[in-house]
């Protein structure tokens, strides 16, 4: 009995211990996570004073950079731009998009000649070509709608370790349905006929000529094949019909009226069965002719109507458009900014080198 009872305070000492190791580390856990923002916030109102202090600076780099920017834009000759948006019926995205880097590879390199050629340009247009560029049209909708349909197709185990933003960072841009092409020039060429050139150079490849082929012949077989049965289907209707229409019943000697659909499923007549395989067939065949004509093209061209292009003056930064004046103002203040910056950094790294050393 006694040494029952003096297990007890022992056992309340490593609770106690417990307890408080347990309050120990989300104190400390606290403590980081208050001393990050701490060190966050010191940084802010470091950064604050730093521009204060430099405010004059930094306006007049940013006033030069929309001044430089603005004169560019007067001075420098215009560029075009034109756009073409496309539907792929066959996966021709990975050689479309192989040729939009193989034509911008042969602009790096300066080979006008074999470009007009492919492109049905003279030399001399082609030399005023800028660029080339491709990209998908989708939006953020659509990728949800994707990824539900994925996540479908697939068992709880497997779709509970697919996240949203992995599935779509994994997709290739040149695998969805709709894309973009773009042509930038300093002059306006025919963009028309140059766009159904990149088209065309697709369309001619033997190997998605052949599997248009073979789909096209598969389907016509296909809706051959129903039309066939659609007409005998029709025949038997008229067998049928013709049996009913002279058969009588033994005891009231009238004709047997002909039921197209009882109040259930087994008081539906044999013709009421026959009717309704005829409207699947014939919907099959109007789904096969809209298939036929979607393969009529391995690629179709949804929109081209800026034939002369538009003059465009924007440029790229950090995947965003943005017009040349405001880039430049943007870049020279950007410089200067990191110009002002970087003796601060220094200063500081070598205040931190001297507490080290005086510390050891």
């Given at each position: 009995?006694?040494?029952?009872?003096?297990?007890?305070?022992?056992?309340?000492?490593?609770?106690?211990?417990?307890?408080?190791?347990?309050?120990?580390?989300?104190?400390?856990?606290?403590?980081?996570?208050?001393?990050?923002?701490?060190?966050?916030?010191?940084?802010?109102?470091?950064?604050?004073?730093?521009?204060?202090?430099?405010?004059?600076?930094?306006?007049?780099?940013?006033?030069?950079?929309?001044?430089?920017?603005?004169?560019?834009?007067?001075?420098?000759?215009?560029?075009?731009?034109?756009?073409?948006?496309?539907?792929?019926?066959?996966?021709?995205?990975?050689?479309?998009?192989?040729?939009?880097?193989?034509?911008?590879?042969?602009?790096?390199?300066?080979?006008?000649?074999?470009?007009?050629?492919?492109?049905?340009?003279?030399?001399?247009?082609?030399?005023?070509?800028?660029?080339?560029?491709?990209?998908?049209?989708?939006?953020?909708?659509?990728?949800?709608?994707?990824?539900?349909?994925?996540?479908?197709?697939?068992?709880?185990?497997?779709?509970?370790?697919?996240?949203?933003?992995?599935?779509?960072?994994?997709?290739?841009?040149?695998?969805?349905?709709?894309?973009?092409?773009?042509?930038?020039?300093?002059?306006?060429?025919?963009?028309?006929?140059?766009?159904?050139?990149?088209?065309?150079?697709?369309?001619?490849?033997?190997?998605?000529?052949?599997?248009?082929?073979?789909?096209?012949?598969?389907?016509?077989?296909?809706?051959?094949?129903?039309?066939?049965?659609?007409?005998?289907?029709?025949?038997l209707q008229q067998t049928y019909k013709r049996?009913?229409?002279?058969?009588?019943?033994?005891?009231?000697?009238?004709?047997?009226?002909?039921?197209?659909?009882?109040?259930?499923?087994?008081?539906?007549?044999?013709?009421?069965?026959?009717?309704?395989?005829?409207?699947?067939?014939?919907?099959?065949?109007v789904k096969i002719q809209r298939e036929l004509?979607?393969?009529?093209?391995?690629?179709?061209?949804?929109?081209?109507?800026?034939?002369?292009?538009?003059?465009?003056?924007?440029?790229?930064?950090?995947?965003?458009?943005?017009?040349?004046?405001?880039?430049?103002?943007?870049?020279?203040?950007?410089?200067?900014?990191?110009?002002?910056?970087?003796?601060?950094?220094?200063?500081?790294?070598?205040?931190?080198?001297?507490?080290?050393?005086?510390?050891?």
């Open positions: 009995m006694s040494k029952a009872k003096n297990s007890n305070p022992s056992e309340e000492v490593d609770l106690g211990q417990l307890f408080k190791m347990i309050g120990n580390g989300f104190t400390r856990l606290y403590k980081f996570i208050g001393s990050i923002f701490n060190h966050f916030f010191l940084a802010f109102v470091w950064l604050v004073f730093f521009v204060k202090k430099r405010i004059i600076i930094l306006s007049a780099a940013g006033f030069l950079g929309l001044i430089a920017g603005t004169a560019l834009d007067l001075s420098l000759p215009p560029t075009y731009k034109s756009t073409l948006s496309i539907k792929q019926n066959y996966e021709t995205g990975e050689n479309l998009y192989e040729s939009i880097n193989y034509y911008n590879g042969l602009l790096k390199d300066k080979d006008y000649k074999i470009l007009g050629e492919l492109l049905g340009l003279t030399e001399k247009a082609t030399k005023e070509i800028v660029g080339f560029d491709i990209e998908p049209i989708i939006t953020d909708n659509e990728y949800l709608v994707m990824f539900n349909n994925y996540i479908a197709n697939l068992d709880s185990l497997a779709a509970s370790k697919i996240e949203y933003k992995e599935y779509k960072n994994n997709i290739r841009e040149y695998k969805h349905l709709y894309q973009q092409i773009s042509i930038k020039s300093k002059t306006r060429p025919d963009f028309k006929g140059v766009f159904s050139n990149i088209i065309n150079n697709i369309e001619t490849n033997p190997f998605f000529v052949n599997e248009q082929a073979k789909d096209i012949f598969e389907l016509q077989e296909t809706k051959q094949a129903i039309e066939i049965s659609l007409v005998q289907s029709d025949s049996v009913l229409e002279t058969s009588k019943d033994p005891k009231s000697n009238a004709e047997i009226g002909i039921t197209f659909e009882g109040t259930n499923e087994s008081e539906k007549t044999k013709e009421f069965e026959l009717y309704i395989n005829d409207i699947e067939l014939r919907q099959k065949i004509k979607d393969k009529e093209n391995i690629i179709d061209m949804i929109s081209s109507k800026q034939d002369n292009g538009f003059e465009d003056d924007t440029k790229e930064l950090f995947g965003i458009q943005i017009p040349i004046k405001f880039f430049y103002l943007v870049i020279i203040f950007g410089l200067t900014f990191i110009a002002l910056l970087a003796p601060e950094l220094i200063r500081y790294f070598e205040r931190i080198k001297d507490q080290n050393m005086t510390g050891q």
